[in-house]
């Protein structure tokens, strides 16, 4: 079957989703545009808060579901951009814009999937879903709807992976940090300094091994990436805070190393969640079985994405463009991976048995 027409569609919906600000929880013009674009191609459209979901056209009751999911919203442009990021620019086959990697290429490429999909008898069921929040982990995203969209047995992730697989994805916790000590003056000999407790406490982050080393995702991996203390330069402080990611395998839940953290540091420390656990698909599932067969590689992502928060069913990271791009000043995908990206979504779906 010619994919020529979707690649089309495709690439211009990307540009009008580019063309419209999107940043996390201001999703409601883009998530206008989707509900829109789906309504014309005839479609029963769901819609709560921002997310827009889709079923197939021929749906039948007991037959299992592929999710095909990615998200709506942008980070913020940084200022080293030198483009309008809300202006689609087509340069040397690439296509510049705010959210053209990130993950919008993977979102129209899914569209444009989900739509060629129809043409041919399927024995499962699709679910088209464009959703929110994704960047800042909200709890208005993915997580608000996938009850309301009910039973869920595997599921793509659109984020952009170099259509590689990205079979398993670590875990996410924030950690918010203080380290206390006594205050006094600096001139003299008083006082317990919370700096250097809390130097203490960081070198254990930045050197303490965790038993367990996935094969996968490698080790659980921490670092301290925000810290403040003190208000003025002779007066001993009696307060550090600090702010550490971690990066979890499947070894250990999120609740588990902070366990294990709570035991090692002085630091009074705070999680500021423990929904983002780490999440996978085996090598066994006919999805992955597959992508194999079809000389797709596979990895283990060390990036977070919505894989996280769904839960019950197995899921599968993977899309058009590349995660090194994302985030970055004069973001960009090249427009033959959005042609490709369908192609290989489209080999990998078409007469797939779950």
Request: hydrophobic residues 35%; negative net charge.
């Amino acid at each position: 079957m010619s994919l020529t027409k979707y690649k089309d569609i495709a690439l211009s919906i990307l540009k009008e989703l580019i063309s419209i600000q999107s940043f996390s929880k201001e999703e409601n013009h883009v998530a206008d545009l989707m509900e829109k674009k789906l309504d014309e191609f005839g479609y029963q459209v769901n819609r709560v808060g921002n997310n827009v979901w889709v079923f197939n056209k021929d749906f039948k009751e007991g037959r299992p579901v592929l999710l095909m999911n990615s998200h709506l919203d942008t980070v913020k442009p940084n200022e080293k951009w030198s483009k309008d990021p809300f202006t689609p620019e087509e340069i040397e086959g690439k296509l510049f814009g705010l959210g053209s990697n990130d993950a919008g290429g993977c979102l129209v490429s899914l569209m444009a999937t989900f739509l060629a999909l129809e043409e041919t008898q399927q024995d499962y069921n699709r679910v088209f879903c464009a959703s929110a929040e994704e960047e800042i982990s909200g709890k208005n995203g993915f997580e608000l709807v996938q009850d309301k969209i009910g039973r869920i047995d595997v599921g793509i992730v659109g984020e952009p992976t170099l259509m590689e697989m990205a079979i398993a994805e670590k875990g996410l916790m924030v950690l918010d940090c203080e380290a206390k000590g006594v205050p006094g003056h600096a001139a003299r000999n008083e006082g317990v300094n919370a700096i250097g407790v809390a130097m203490n406490d960081i070198e254990w982050f930045h050197t303490f091994q965790f038993e367990n080393e996935s094969e996968m995702l490698g080790p659980v991996k921490m670092t301290v990436t925000q810290i403040n203390a003190g208000k003025q330069h002779n007066v001993i402080p009696a307060s550090c805070t600090y702010v550490v990611d971690v990066r979890t395998n499947e070894f250990y839940s999120n609740e588990k190393a902070f366990e294990i953290i709570e035991e090692h540091v002085e630091s009074t420390v705070r999680a500021r969640s423990f929904r983002m656990n780490s999440s996978g698909i085996s090598l066994e599932h006919p999805l992955i079985k597959k992508g194999l067969k079809q000389g797709m590689k596979y990895y283990g992502s060390p990036t977070t994405s919505d894989q996280a928060i769904m839960k019950g069913f197995p899921t599968l990271k993977l899309g058009p463009g590349d995660s090194a791009r994302s985030h970055t000043a004069d973001e960009f995908i090249y427009i033959k991976e959005i042609g490709k990206g369908i192609e290989k979504y489209y080999n990998l779906l078409n007469g797939l048995e779950i």
